[in-house]
């Protein structure tokens, strides 16, 4: 009887343990990110809630990275979006569970933004520095985004929007969108001359609970 309810008791534990380990999903990043959208600068969006008719693309690069103990050292996050209304997300990884991992990430960074419609593999390829970046996803077919960076007052260094509601990227680097575009299906648009926000030093981590 006594040994009955020792196996018991462990396995309750362990289910305890396996679901607290699903529902405090852990996760860390670092890398670049920049993103252009058709607000003119700054779009509220990202400072002080989701504006009605934006729309946005943007790329996070990770140099090193982890969701849920899975490498996303070198993986490329793409996304889409109309605040509000959808997100469409494009990973690019090196094998199947890095992909995986980088697309569950991206749900928890975007969902907030509106409902996710689609998540799918693409080729992410972005270059620059500082601001001025070049971002072309599936050699610009899907996506596409030029941009430079807004400098402040002692013009050498860009505007800096800090103690944002971002809990991913904690500081926006003011930019400006050259020129951008989207299309995928029903889905498209172009960019040009509105806001651009970038880091290219990101680092944060945190639990998905």
Known sequence: MHTKHFILVVAIISVLWVDSAIADKKWSMQGVFVEGCSCKPP??????????????????SLSEGNYMGADLAGAKIAYAVAPGEWVRIYVDGKNDEQREAAIELAKGMFSTFGKIESTSSANIDISGMDGSYTVRVNNGKLMQLTTEPVLGGDNKTPITHTNIKNRFILVFMQGRTIFGSFHDGERKFELKGGNSYFNNRIESEGTFK
């Open 43 to 60: 779009c509220p969006c990202e400072l002080i809630g989701l504006n009605e008719g934006c729309n946005a693309v943007g790329v996070v």
